[in-house]
C-alpha cells in the first residue's frame, strides 16, 4: 500500500463498481467511483461516459466472453445493497462498514440518509476519501490494529452496542489468515444487538477447474501487491460462525444471484456472501 493512498485493489474494485451502470440492464451502478478515482481510472470512466453506447457494447461483449463472469462486482454490490435495504425497511438505523475502501453506499443509497454509516479502515484511505467525498455522511473509524480492535474503536466512535447494526465485511476475509477472520469475528460479536445482521464476502474452495481460476485471479491480485489467504466451503464458513456466535441465515453464490436478478443461468461460484446474526 502506497502511504496516502487506497489499495490497488480497492481501486479497482471502484472502477468496476463505475463500469456497473453501463450493464445491460445495469445490476447496481456506482456514479461516485469517478469522484474516488484519480488517473487513469477517472480518465477511463470519463472516457465511458462520453462515449455511452460503446461502453455498453464493450461490457455486453466482456459479460459474453467471460460467460458472465465480469458481472462478478455488480453481483456482489446489488446482494450486498439489498441486505442494507432489507435492514433499513426492517429499522435498523446503524450500518457498519469494515475494510470499506472506496465504498459509496453512504452516497449512493438512499435509504441511508438518516442512517448512521460507520466506515472502519486504514487512516491512509481514509484520508484519501475524505478529501473527495468530504465529512458529514460517515463516520470515519481510523484503526491501528496493533493498539485496538475494531469493536473498541467503534464504541469510541459512537456506535450503541443497545442498537442492532448492519455490518458489510466485503472483499476482506480472502485476504487474511483463518486467525484475523476469528478475531475480527469474536471482537464484534459482543457489540452487535440482538436483530444485528453482519454480512461477509468471502472465497470458495470450489471445483478443481474453480481452484484454476482461483490461481489466476490470486497472480492478478499478487501483483498489486496482495495475496489471498483464505478459502473455505460454505459448510466450513458456517462451522466458523457458529463457533463464534453468529448464526448463518443464508448462504449464496452465483448460481442463486443469476437466476434471480437476471434470469440466466450461471454454474460459477468462487465467492458467496453469507449473512449471520449473533446467536441468542
Known sequence: MIPGEPSTTARWVAFARGL?????PPLAA???????????????????ARWPRATRMAVATMDTLSQGRSRFMSYRTRVLDDVVRHASADGIEQVVI???????????LPELATARVFEVDHPDTQDYKRARMGEGRVTYVPVDFEKETAADALVA??????????????????????????ATLATMRPVLATGSRLAISYSRRGSALGRLERELVGLIVGGAGERFR????????????????????WDEGHPDWAPRLLGRRQGWDLQRIVVCEPAR
Open 20 to 24: 456497473g451502470g453501463y450493464e445491460s
Open 157 to 182: 466512535a459512537g456506535l450503541d452496542v443497545s442498537r442492532p447494526s448492519v455490518v458489510l465485511w466485503e472483499g476482506v476475509a480472502m485476504y487474511l489468515p483463518p486467525a484475523a477472520i476469528d
Open 230 to 249: 483464505h478459502h473455505e466451503d460454505p459448510p466450513q464458513m458456517r462451522a466458523r460462525l457458529d463457533r463464534q456466535g453468529f448464526r448463518v441465515l
Open 98 to 108: 469494515l475494510g470499506a475502501g472506496l465504498d459509496a453506499r453512504a452516497w449512493r
Open 30 to 48: 456506482d456514479p461516485h467511483a469517478v469522484d474516488l478515482l484519480h488517473a487513469p481510472w477517472s480518465t477511463l470512466l470519463r472516457a465511458a
